[in-house]
């Protein structure tokens, strides 16, 4: 079945918000080295993009965690898919993510890196849905603060579709 999709911000908007928010990034890492995480699968168009964009020296690691399996609503259970193949001891660590909605992920991750020696550990989020938030977790870096819809697109899927639309659609 294909589900009706309609777009709830553009190519082009994601596309303006990322470069600003990797400029904002040099800007705030200046004369630091910045080590990115990317969060398998969801984070991997928000890094990539994010990165081109970010003009102090990186490093880029990859965890993969999965929490929703092929439905709407988080299972509330952070399973690690693949761990990080570095140390991130003494680093200054930004997690890059697509989404925070329950805020699961993220504090699992963050209380998970905390636990591994980083200099800091900052999160950079393309797009945070605030009224489904069950946990509490700081974001630092936010692209799109948006409505309580399950969006899909740059990264973000619907029983694994979607993740290469170019924008950030709705499913109807
Ligand atoms: O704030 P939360 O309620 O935890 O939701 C956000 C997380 O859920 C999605 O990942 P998912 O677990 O579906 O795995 P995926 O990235 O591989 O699609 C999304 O990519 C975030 O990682
Ligand atoms: O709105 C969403 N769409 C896709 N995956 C998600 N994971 C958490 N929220 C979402
Ligand atoms: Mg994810």
Same mark, same amino acid.
């Given at each position: ?20 928010? %990797?400029?904002?990034?040099? /800007?705030?890492?200046? %004369? ?36 929703? %399996? ?19 001891? %003494? ?15 993220? /504090? ?65």
């Amino acid at each position: 079945m294909n589900e009706t999709i309609n777009v709830l911000i553009s190519e082009e908007e994601v596309n303006k918000k990322i470069q600003s928010l %990797g400029e904002q990034i040099s /800007k705030d890492y200046a %004369g630091k080295e910045l080590h990115l995480i990317c969060v398998l699968k969801g984070g991997v168009f928000a890094t990539c993009e994010l990165a081109k964009h970010i003009s102090v020296p990186l490093s880029i690691d990859f965890m993969s965690v999965s929490s929703y %399996g092929d439905g709407f609503v988080s299972s509330g259970r952070v399973k690690i898919i693949k761990d990080l193949d570095d140390s991130i001891e %003494g680093k200054d660590v930004l997690i890059v993510e697509d989404i925070i909605d329950s805020g699961n992920t993220l /504090k699992y991750l963050v209380d998970l890196l905390n636990t591994r020696k980083p200099n800091s550990v900052k999160i950079c989020t393309l797009l945070d849905k605030p009224d489904r938030r069950t946990t509490d977790v700081a974001v630092d870096y936010v692209g799109f603060q948006i409505p309580d819809k399950f969006v899909v697109g740059y990264g973000l899927d619907y029983m694994q579709k979607y993740r290469n639309l170019p924008y950030i659609g709705v499913i109807e």
